[in-house]
């Protein structure tokens, strides 16, 4: 597994490069977690395969419980760490979309906004069948 690469951090970053760089790390989170989660399964795999070749088995239903038991409490962590970075993100996310016009940073341009379109005219009510007859 490779290391996270960093940008350089200038001052004189934008309010929208501010958010995107926490949104890339909330990725970079999410991807170490998953990594994470994929070892938590391959010892798993390993101690099950073990579990087959071993000629004590009561000995090593006691290791797979202590092992499940570890990944479960692993498992939790990791879950609640995904439920904070999902917060994190929805909070991100909301404050990139409300960035323009509602900012301090000096360098931030704000891209101009649409008119809102007419509303196209209503059509007129039915006339009356009878008055055509009349």
Known sequence: MSMPVFPDVKPDISCESAINMILTSIAMEELALSHIMNAE?????????????????????????????????????????????????????????????KHDCPKHECPEKEPPKPEPPKPEPPKNCIEGFL
């Open 41 to 101: 399964g391959e010892k798993l795999q390993y101690v099950l395969k073990h579990f087959e070749e071993s000629g004590d088995k009561s000995l090593a239903i006691e290791k797979i419980l202590e092992v499940n038991a570890s990944i479960s409490s692993l498992l939790n962590s990791v879950s609640q760490n995904q439920m904070l970075l999902k917060n994190k993100m929805e909070i991100a996310l909301n404050a990139l979309s409300n960035i323009c016009g």
